[in-house]
Nanobody
Framework: QVELVESGGGLVQAGGSLRLSCAAS????????MGWFRQAPGKEREFVAA????????RYAESVKGRFTISRDNAKNTVYLRMNSLKPEDTAVYYC???????????????????WGQGTQVTVSS
């Protein structure tokens, strides 16, 4: 079992930046990929970014490519999402997720992940 706790959300103006953090516990952090997802009101949860075990490979949704950066610090059991050039359409609850059962590829479907954090709200004002 893996427990995840997100932090770092908040209110920011369009064009601004935020960095989200997700602290993991329960299993060896460096043994599984991690992902970030988001869910806006009335919409389905959608993939944002994923990172492999070592941090050497990443994958992004087209809507955030070039603006968001996912990274991880295995010594600190933490994954990050740096968000630059934020837009009002980025407003959502952001969740981190762990793919610890199989953990062999960078996956984009919520159902492929095994543990989820509680979420952190990101609101971008225009």
């Amino acid at each position: 079992q893996v427990e995840l706790v997100e932090s770092g959300g908040g209110l920011v103006q369009a064009g601004g930046s935020l960095r989200l953090s997700c602290a993991a516990s329960g299993r060896t952090f460096s043994s599984y990929p991690m992902g970030w997802f988001r869910q806006a009101p009335g919409k389905e949860r959608e993939f944002v970014a994923a990172i492999n075990r070592s941090g050497g490979d990443t994958r992004y949704a087209e809507s955030v490519k070039g603006r968001f950066t996912i990274s991880r610090d295995n010594a600190k059991n933490t994954v990050y999402l740096r968000m630059n050039s934020l837009k009002p359409e980025d407003t959502a609850v952001y969740y981190c997720a762990a793919d610890y059962i199989y953990g062999t590829h960078l996956l984009t479907r919520p159902g492929d992940y095994d543990s989820w954090g509680q979420g952190t709200q990101v609101t971008v004002s225009s």
